[in-house]
Each structure stands twice: as C-alpha cells, then as structure tokens.
C-alpha cells in the first residue's frame, strides 16, 4: 500500500526546509527522502504525464511551482534514445527515477567561466538510473540525460527554482560553447 502523501505537503514541507537551510548540500539531504516518499506515493500521477515532446526528445509536466518560480516540481518523460545536452542548472535539484533508464553523464568545467560563450568540459563518469534511484544536483554541476532504454522513461525532479528562471546554461562540449538553456514545458490540461 502506497504512503499517502500528496502534493500539498510535499511543497509545504519544501517550503519549510528551504526557510531555514540555504545550503544547496543541505537542502537536498532533507529533500531526497520526501522526493522519494512523494514519487512512491503515486496519488498525482496523471496519463497524460506520459506524453513526450517528440520535438524535444522529451517532456517537462509541472506539478508545482511557487509565484516567484521557486519550489518547481516536474514529472520528465523521456523518449527513448533522446535526451538533453549537457547543462548546468544554477539551482539544486533532486530527481528520482520512476520508470525506465536514464543515463547521466557528468561533467567537470575546466575554464574559469570568465569568457564569454567559452566553456571547456571534460566528461567525468556516469551511472543509469532506474526506480527508485535518486540523484541531487548542485547548482554548478554540469550533466547530461539519455534515454537510454527502448521504452519512455519517467522521473520526478524537484528543483530550487523553476529552470527556466535561473539564467542557466548548455554546453557543446565539441565545440566548446556555452549558451543560455531554456525548455519548453508542456501544456496539461
Ligand atoms: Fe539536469
């Protein structure tokens, strides 16, 4: 039997945690176990979460972000073998997986950031995460996600702000480039 826990109390208990801790480390330590009690509770999941952006590769379904942008809460469905580029976020996150396979590859930063549109990346690891597996992202850290199973994958990310506010950023690793990273979010009814 699933644990009740619905999406008004995680957001307040987010909302508790981030008035009193401003450590990215920190924060995600008190979150990662309420992501995980909240992706397992499974009472707000919908089918249409299901639907992937075939432009994109994949699809951002808000749960819930505050009026400011803060405290944004996304279920990712990816299409098989898409994913992103590699990409900062300038905020913390948590994300568990719920369904399929997800590659994340990481990436150190060579550079000083101080050039403009410059970045020099040197890839650094990965791991596949699956159900019930959970990462955290610190705001600096640079990844990628692949799709890397032959069915849609699913997963809850729960971010300090809503990604498309923090003024982040993908990398062409290749090319060496940096440019700003915005994401379309899908429209659920
Ligand atoms: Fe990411």
Same mark, same amino acid.
């Given at each position: 039997? #699933? $644990?009740?826990?619905?999406?008004?109390?995680?957001?307040?208990?987010?909302? @508790?945690?981030? @008035? /009193? =801790?401003?450590?990215?480390?920190?924060?995600?330590?008190? $979150? @990662?176990?309420?992501? &995980?009690?909240?992706?397992?509770? +499974?009472?707000?999941?919908?089918?249409?979460?299901? *639907?992937? *952006?075939?432009?994109?590769?994949?699809?951002?379904?808000?749960?819930?972000?505050?009026?400011?942008? *803060?405290?944004?809460?996304?279920? $990712?469905?990816?299409?098989?073998?898409?994913?992103?580029?590699?990409?900062?976020?300038?905020?913390?996150? %948590? %994300? $568990? +997986?719920?369904? +399929? =396979?997800?590659?994340?590859?990481?990436?150190?930063? /060579?550079?000083?950031?101080?050039?403009? +549109?410059? @970045?020099?990346?040197?890839?650094?690891?990965?791991?596949?995460?699956?159900?019930? *597996? !959970?990462?955290?992202?610190? #705001? =600096?850290? !640079?990844?990628?996600?692949?799709?890397?199973?032959?069915? %849609?994958? &699913?997963?809850?990310?729960?971010?300090?702000?809503?990604?498309?506010?923090?003024?982040?950023? =993908?990398?062409? %690793?290749?090319? &060496?480039?940096?440019?700003?990273?915005?994401?379309? !979010?899908?429209?659920?009814?």
């Amino acid at each position: 039997m #699933p $644990v009740s826990y619905i999406l008004e109390q995680y957001v307040n208990d987010l909302r @508790a945690i981030t @008035a /009193r =801790e401003t450590d990215p480390i920190k924060i995600t330590d008190l $979150v @990662a176990p309420l992501a &995980m009690k909240f992706a397992q509770s +499974g009472e707000w999941f919908r089918p249409e979460y299901r *639907d992937c *952006d075939a432009e994109q590769g994949f699809s951002l379904h808000m749960l819930h972000e505050e009026p400011n942008h *803060d405290l944004a809460v996304f279920l $990712v469905s990816w299409l098989p073998n898409r994913g992103t580029t590699p990409h900062n976020h300038k905020t913390w996150a %948590v %994300v $568990v +997986g719920l369904e +399929g =396979e997800e590659q994340e590859v990481s990436f150190n930063r /060579r550079d000083d950031g101080a050039t403009p +549109g410059f @970045a020099d990346l040197k890839r650094d690891g990965e791991q596949v995460i699956t159900a019930g *597996d !959970i990462t955290r992202c610190y #705001p =600096e850290h !640079i990844h990628s996600v692949w799709n890397v199973g032959k069915t %849609v994958s &699913m997963s809850l990310h729960t971010y300090g702000r809503h990604i498309n506010y923090t003024g982040r950023s =993908e990398f062409d %690793v290749e090319q &060496m480039r940096e440019k700003p990273y915005l994401l379309k !979010i899908a429209v659920d009814e």
